[in-house]
């Protein structure tokens, strides 16, 4: 669990540097979706855009984590959820 939290507090933190430097050069009134303005206020805008910054980090964290483990890690772990025992190797 303790590895999850981790995992969202890096997000976190790097989606609020993505914010600082993505709205330090965009002002909110000029952007466009789909060709059309954005006519919400700043405020929303700021907050939907570090919710976005903070969904894509904690995406790109949690899938560097999966993909970090070794595969006979994950070949056992699927063979023990299978019911089957790993082969012992020499």
């Not at 790109?60 to 023990?80: C, F, I, S, W």
């Amino acid at each position: 669990m303790s590895k999850w939290i981790n995992l969202l507090f890096l997000s976190f933190f790097t989606a609020t540097l993505g914010e600082f430097f993505f709205f330090a050069f965009i002002d909110p009134q000029t952007l466009y979706l789909l060709g059309q303005p954005v006519v919400w206020p700043p405020l929303m805008v700021y907050s939907v855009g570090f919710f976005m910054f903070w969904a894509l980090t904690a995406l790109t964290a949690v899938l560097v984590t999966l993909m970090a483990k070794p595969g006979e890690q994950v070949n056992e772990e699927v063979a023990l959820s299978a019911g089957h025992r790993p082969l012992k190797r020499s």
